[in-house]
T-cell receptor
Framework: GDSVTQMEGPVTLSEEAFLTINCTYT??????LFWYVQYPGEGLQLLLK?????DKGSNKGFEATYRKETTSFHLEKGSVQVSDSAVYFC???????????FGSGTKLNVKP | SQTIHQWPATLVQPVGSPLSLECTVE??????LYWYRQAAGRGLQLLFY??????ISSEVPQNLSASRPQDRQFILSSKKLLLSDSGFYLC????????????FGQGTRLTVV
C-alpha cells in the first residue's frame, strides 16, 4: 500500500545552518506530495506541495523537488531560523485524492 | 475563503464517559473530511474519512465512530472512553482532483483520566 517514510528526529541545528529532511514514498499511480509543519499545540499547516514529477514546491525559503526516479521529496532550506523550530511532516495524496498518508514527523530544533 | 472549525480545543474526560468532537467547514461544498489522531510525540493516524453525507470509511477498528450528518459537518464520537483514547485529534478537509491538498483544524487535546 501507499506509505511515506521520513528521517527520524530530532534534528538540531544552529541558526543559519542548511537543513535537509529526507522523505521517500511508496505509491501506486501518480501521487501528489506535500510538506506540512506543526507548531506546538497547533494543527498542521501546508508548507509546500508538488503534484507531478520534477515539480519543485517552495514557500518561506523551504524547497522540495518531486523525484519520481528516486521516489523522494526531500525538504531543504538554505538558512534556518529559530522560528523554524517545529515538527515537519511529509505526506502524499493517493491517486483518488480520498486519502492522505503521513510520515512519522521530524522535529526540528534551531538554536540561536 | 475556506475555513475549518474544530472544538473544543481541550477536553478532559473520565474513563467510561461519552465523547463528541465536532468539526465544520465553511466556504466550500462537498469536501472530503478526515479525522486523524496524533499520539504524544508520534505521527498521524487516519481514523475516518468521508467523501459525502452519510459515507464514512473507517481505517482502524477502535472504540470510536464518526458521522457526517451534513455536507460540511463531521463528528467523532465514543460511547465509552478508554485511557488509550487520549491524544490530539485533528479534523481536515480536502477537495478532489484539481486541489489535492488537505487543510487542518487547530486540533482537540483529549485527556482521558
Amino acid at each position: 500500500g501507499d506509505s511515506v517514510t521520513q528521517m527520524e528526529g530530532p534534528v538540531t541545528l544552529s541558526e543559519e545552518a542548511f537543513l535537509t529532511i529526507n522523505c521517500t514514498y511508496t505509491a501506486t499511480g501518480y501521487p501528489s506530495l506535500f510538506w506540512y509543519v506543526q507548531y506546538p499545540g497547533e494543527g498542521l499547516q501546508l508548507l509546500l506541495k508538488a503534484t507531478k514529477a520534477d515539480d519543485k514546491g517552495s514557500n518561506k525559503g523551504f524547497e522540495a523537488t518531486y523525484r519520481k526516479e528516486t521516489t523522494s521529496f526531500h525538504l531543504e532550506k538554505g538558512s534556518v531560523q529559530v522560528s523554524d523550530s517545529a515538527v515537519y511532516f511529509c505526506a502524499l495524496s493517493a491517486y483518488n485524492f480520498n486519502k492522505f498518508y503521513f510520515g512519522s514527523g521530524t522535529k526540528l530544533n534551531v538554536k540561536p | 475563503s475556506q475555513t475549518i472549525h474544530q472544538w473544543p480545543a481541550t477536553l478532559v474526560q473520565p474513563v467510561g464517559s461519552p465523547l463528541s468532537l465536532e468539526c465544520t467547514v465553511e466556504g466550500t461544498s462537498n469536501p472530503n473530511l478526515y479525522w486523524y489522531r496524533q499520539a504524544a510525540g508520534r505521527g498521524l493516524q487516519l481514523l475516518f474519512y468521508s467523501v459525502g453525507i452519510g459515507q464514512i470509511s473507517s481505517e482502524v477498528p477502535q472504540n470510536l465512530s464518526a458521522s457526517r450528518p451534513q455536507d460540511r459537518q463531521f463528528i467523532l464520537s465514543s460511547k465509552k472512553l478508554l485511557l488509550s483514547d487520549s491524544g490530539f485529534y485533528l479534523c481536515a478537509w480536502s477537495l478532489s482532483f484539481n486541489h489535492p491538498e488537505a487543510f487542518f483544524g487547530q486540533g482537540t487535546r483529549l485527556t482521558v483520566v
